[in-house]
């Protein structure tokens, strides 16, 4: 069983900047696809960035050129850097593993005041 533990949501301004971070509990970062979701109140689950094993991203277009995904493999951590932030962007963020098996972290809230 693999365990992933979200931090650093916060309450920021518009404008400001927040890092999530996601510790997993074994070596998997490396070797799976990572990404970071989001869900606001009322809406659907949505892909907010991923990372393959190889290096490649992907963003959502809502955020391409502000939030930046990245990892440490030796940290075994992937981390989510976000900046200029919206208020659209409010949501709990999950980080999630997909590989043979599919894990989700707890999530972290994320608010971002006008």
């Known amino acids: 069983q693999v365990q992933l533990v979200e931090s650093g949501g916060g309450l920021v301004q518009a404008g400001g900047s927040l890092r999530l971070s996601c510790a997993a509990s074994?070596?998997?970062?490396?070797?799976?696809?990572m990404g970071w979701y989001r869900q606001a109140p009322g809406k659907q689950r949505e892909l907010v960035a991923i990372i393959t094993p190889g290096g490649s991203t992907n963003y959502a277009d809502s955020v391409k050129g502000r939030f930046t995904i990245s990892r440490d493999n030796a940290k075994n951590t992937v981390y989510l850097q976000m900046n200029s932030l919206k208020p659209e962007d409010t949501a709990v963020y999950y980080c999630n593993s997909r590989g043979i098996q599919n894990y989700w972290g707890q999530g972290t809230q994320v608010t971002v005041s006008a």
């Open positions: 074994r070596i998997i970062v490396s070797i799976n696809v």
